[in-house]
């Protein structure tokens, strides 16, 4: 068994205590004292996240946009440069390979962002898909390390680091600047339900530009953080994890993303891997609704977990639960969970969770949980 790879920042995880633990195959900081704590820093002041583990891959040349266009189910070739889009990776059966960002960076140039136990796959799947177009993919995971500070003290902690136009930076968009003198693509993304920035920059330049915003958070409350919160904060803003909500056995559709599925694209003739997989997935749909994604809010305190079945009034089962934790905002435990169609409106009656044998009342609840105020 080999051991799991580490980040830049990983003697910084160990000098501030952090408990470690193997997350697709990298040693990452789960928690660095109270996960509560960590997480209600970032929805009250700022949290500061290594996420180095994320897989960067990079595709440039003349047709890049083209090889995105048929690799992607997204309309990668409409992205204007500086933007980003969040789009999946699908296989010819529509099953989700992951879900990703892609950055456009320039007018031929591409960075596409995989989840960490999913970056080899993503990389052999474009490379797969590659023939035929004038494009390269590179292997980008070693050339980047990743920090987000995360947080609606956030922009303020960052302003104090760059002359970049923080202000004038969309949602979904980039830009390549100085963060306390280290170069770094400065996006406006994040995993949290909450502002935020993840800063792209050289392995070599990790420690000090978390070092640098350590000190720059410090009078404004941030605090380190580790994947624990970053868990619960997803999961309060709806936002799915592959491996709970996504997987090859689902298509977007039956996610209830079908809308990042774009079957009108000026490339390749309309032309994409899944097409006609997820034509069929999106008219089954539209004719049949599958089990719908919904959010469970718990009526007692035994909290839910992935793979726990969802029952009606009468024990029948209706659904799984994909992802569950207490949520330190409502103060109660939640969870998301695909539910058949006839049990999935807000408010239906009934709803139980079996939790080893008993039948915990849940009310069912739209997504998100939490929304930050704009």
């Keep these: ?4 790879r580490r980040t830049a920042l990983d003697a910084t995880h160990r000098a501030l205590g952090a408990t470690m633990t193997d997350f697709a195959g990298w040693d990452m900081p789960l928690r660095y004292g109270s996960e509560r704590d960590e997480h209600v820093a970032v929805r009250t002041r700022a949290g500061l996240f290594d996420l180095s583990h994320m897989g960067e891959i990079t595709v440039t040349g003349p047709q890049a946009a083209d090889l995105l266009d048929y690799a992607l189910v997204g309309n990668i070739g409409s992205v204007k440069p500086g933007r980003a889009r969040y789009t999946m ?13 892609v950055y456009r960076l320039a007018d031929q140039e591409y960075m596409v962002v995989a989840n960490a136990s999913n970056a080899q796959t993503v990389l052999d799947a474009l490379r797969d898909r590659q023939a035929g177009f004038d494009a390269a993919v590179r292997d980008d995971r070693d050339a980047y390390a990743l920090l987000a500070v995360q947080g609606p003290e956030s922009a303020g902690i960052l302003k104090s680091l760059t002359d970049a136009d923080l202000d004038g930076l969309k949602y979904y968009a980039g830009l390549p600047g100085t963060v306390a003198g280290v170069e770094a693509l400065i996006a406006r993304t994040g995993y949290t ?7 792209f920059a050289r392995p070599a330049d990790a420690v000090a530009l978390w070092e640098a915003l350590t000190e720059a958070g410090k009078d404004a409350g ?5 994947l624990s919160c970053r868990d619960t904060l997803r999961l309060e803003a709806g936002m799915p994890l592959y491996g709970n909500e996504l997987s090859t056995s689902l298509t977007p559709f039956d996610a209830g993303l079908g809308r990042v599925v774009k079957f009108e694209k000026p490339g390749n003739e309309g032309r ?7 034509a069929a997935a999106a008219e ?7 089990r719908k994604l919904v959010g469970l809010i718990a009526e007692g305190r035994r909290v839910p977990r992935a793979g726990y079945p969802v029952v009606d009034a009468e024990g029948t089962a209706i659904g799984t639960v994909t992802s569950g934790a207490p949520s330190p905002t ?15 409106e807000p408010g239906t009656k009934g709803v139980a969770v079996d939790i080893r044998g008993k039948h915990e009342p849940y009310e069912v609840v739209a997504l998100p949980f939490y929304k930050r105020e704009k």
Aim: aromatic residues 6%; charged residues 25%; negative net charge.
């Design 284 to 290: 089954r749909a539209e004719q049949n609704p599958p």
């Design 1 to 4: 068994m080999s051991e799991p």
């Design 193 to 199: 339900g909450e502002d935020g920035f993840e800063l």
């Design 272 to 278: 994409f891997v899944g097409r006609d997989a997820l």
């Design 222 to 226: 941030l605090v380190p953080c580790g």
């Design 89 to 101: 990776i699908c296989q010819e059966d529509g099953g989700i390979l992951d879900d990703l960002i």
């Design 330 to 344: 409502l103060g109660k435990p939640i969870a998301m969970a695909y539910v058949d169609a006839a049990h999935a």
